[in-house]
């Protein structure tokens, strides 16, 4: 891979401010108001969650435009009021509400994630998701993460591709298959790729429904999928221009 190539590719993870890195990679002493300043100067993007759960008020989004250099780039998570309550109908004003509120990161915003919850499936979507993609805003770039597997069909890509959404790289291989290389529906259906390294999501929560780990360290290793994925990448690079990969706690049991 060139260094014209390289310099496409932007990593992170999939938000910032957890606990369990405080005093691992956080400083123990460094106040959370500034956690985000010290994670942009070891990383150039950052995939924020917290957007999933409640869109930011102005004055936050203002902060995160403000604490981060330049050049980092973010990309946000839909609100699940959209997603998972609204799953994609009725929902027009809340999401130019939300899009009206992150625009405000200027070019720093540069995909907006768009999480299905994997209870949606073609049969109870499609037609909501084509009324949906028809309202998305040209000026923004969104990306699609479909997490039921009906929707890995043709005319779905098709679909994405008319309306240059990007289709979402997702990694959920099992734990007890970690040492395989993942093998995933990977269509390319935009100028940009999206890679989510997610991990196990058994490995989240016990029996009694309380966290199983703390995320301070690595866990477990995952280096053929590592290497898997780098391969992928390095196939395709060529022909987008950028290239935005996350990785979240649960993939190795520590994120940064």
Not at 1 to 15: H, T, V
Not at 139 to 159: K, N
């Amino acid at each position: 891979m060139n260094l014209f190539d390289q310099q496409k590719i932007r990593i992170g993870s999939c938000a910032w401010s957890l606990d369990d890195w405080r005093g691992v990679f956080y400083p123990l002493d460094l106040p959370e108001s500034h956690w985000l300043e010290f994670y942009a100067g070891h990383f150039p993007a950052v995939e924020v969650d917290s957007t999933f759960h409640a869109a930011p008020t102005e004055a936050t989004v203002c902060r995160w435009a403000e604490t981060t250099p330049a050049s980092f780039r973010f990309t946000c998570k839909l609100p699940r009021q959209i997603t998972h309550v609204c799953r994609l109908r009725d929902c027009a004003a809340e999401l130019m509400s939300f899009l009206r509120g992150i625009e405000l990161l200027g070019p720093k915003l540069q995909v907006i994630l768009v999480q299905l919850p994997p209870s949606l499936t073609p049969t109870d979507g499609k037609h909501a998701l084509r009324k949906f993609l028809v309202q998305l805003p040209r000026d923004f770039r969104f990306a699609i993460e479909f997490r039921h597997a009906g929707w890995h069909r043709p005319q779905f890509i098709r679909l994405v591709e008319k309306y240059r959404i990007c289709w979402v790289w997702a990694d959920t291989t099992p734990l007890n298959e970690r040492n395989l290389a993942p093998f995933e529906f990977l269509p390319c259906t935009t100028d940009f790729l999206y890679l989510r390294l997610l991990g196990d999501y058994t490995t989240k929560y016990g029996v009694d429904g309380g966290h199983m780990h703390r995320y301070e360290k690595l866990l477990w290793k995952r280096e053929a999928a590592l290497e898997s994925w780098s391969l992928k990448i390095q196939r395709h690079v060529a022909d987008v221009r950028s290239v935005w990969a996350f990785a979240g706690n649960h993939f190795e049991g520590f994120a940064p």
